[in-house]
DNA sequence: TGTCTATCGTCAGTCTTGCTGACGATCAGC
DNA sequence: GCTGATCGTCAGCAAGACTGACGATAGACA
């Protein structure tokens, strides 16, 4: 991705939203690799992490679910933090067709230091909005989220 | 792109603003493919026509870098407009190095039609949130995008 | 119990998107 | 008139995500 062009008023393409979000997406995902980058895991794989680290165990299928990511795509995203030591597959005893994904305590450790690294980063990202619009701002995004899913 | 978890309250995942603003804008473009699907250009295609016809006859490269998309990039986009005749390229004049890209009449129709749906799918998207906030989002999106990038 | 269908994880193949590196043509400075 | 930069083009590569298929397992039902 290159750089936004020059700033211009009221312009044919800050009216798109569809630019918009583009870029402010591309400029988000910057920052963030730059932040998580001492940690070794992409944005993504923090969001495995954080997952898999909120409440019991679950499947990977239910994990896909909750992120919102392709079942095949997840079979990469745990091989990769497995294979780093952060996850642990076990077969599930109740249903031996699922794999049941837990952190490892070397997991849990990465997650905590990496999603304080994440806020600060996310933190610094909102700071030109001032903190009320930046609350505000997540909190239209969730809306979008939401209600314009459910349509 | 699959849909999102199931909502959930205060939230691992929407608390995130990357996994905000990554499945916000993957909503957005499935509605812009929706909508543009009848005029026979993506969204990125719309938003050169635009560029291209909003003043003088830009250069390849110039476009590109209003649009902030690689110039290699912009060589297929080119391409795919001119093959079905919505754009000329023709040499420059002042340097014979640059492709001076314009508009033909068709391109001009088209553009003009298209705009109108995208302008109205943009209006539904942003419908959940009300007209108060639908605008300052998109101010508190402007913002992120030149305050940020000038930083 | 045995059969039939659905689910889960996996893999191979594919498509899209964007980038890198190289090339020829052209320009601009000297 | 050289020399180094710029522009458009192309081929090749890499990341990300999806499709379709497969084997293993589970659940329903006769």
Redesign the interface.
């Known amino acids: 991705?290159?750089?936004?062009?020059?700033?211009v008023g009221a312009d044919?393409?800050?009216?798109?939203?569809?630019?918009?979000?583009?870029?402010?997406?591309a400029?988000?995902?910057e920052e963030?690799a730059r932040a998580l980058e001492p940690f070794g895991v992409s944005?993504r794989e923090l969001?495995v992490l954080?997952?898999l680290?909120?409440s019991r165990p679950i499947s990977q299928l239910e994990g896909?679910?909750?992120?919102?990511?392709?079942r095949t795509t997840m079979v990469g995203l745990v091989d990769r933090l497995e294979r780093r030591g952060l996850v642990e597959r076990r077969r599930s005893e109740q249903d031996r067709r699922k794999n049941v994904v837990a952190l490892t305590p070397d997991g849990e450790d990465l997650l905590r230091r990496a999603e304080e690294a994440?806020r600060r980063m996310?933190r610094a990202?909102?700071e030109?909005?001032g903190d009320a619009?930046a609350e505000?701002?997540?909190r239209?995004?969730?809306?979008?989220?939401?209600?314009?899913?459910s349509r």
């Open positions: 991705m290159v750089e936004p062009g020059e700033r044919v393409l800050t009216d798109r939203l569809g630019y918009l979000l583009k870029h402010v997406q400029r988000l995902a963030s944005g969001a954080a997952v680290g909120e896909a679910g909750r992120l919102g990511v392709d994440r996310e990202f909102l030109p909005l619009e505000r701002f997540v239209l995004l969730r809306l979008l989220l939401n209600d314009g899913g």
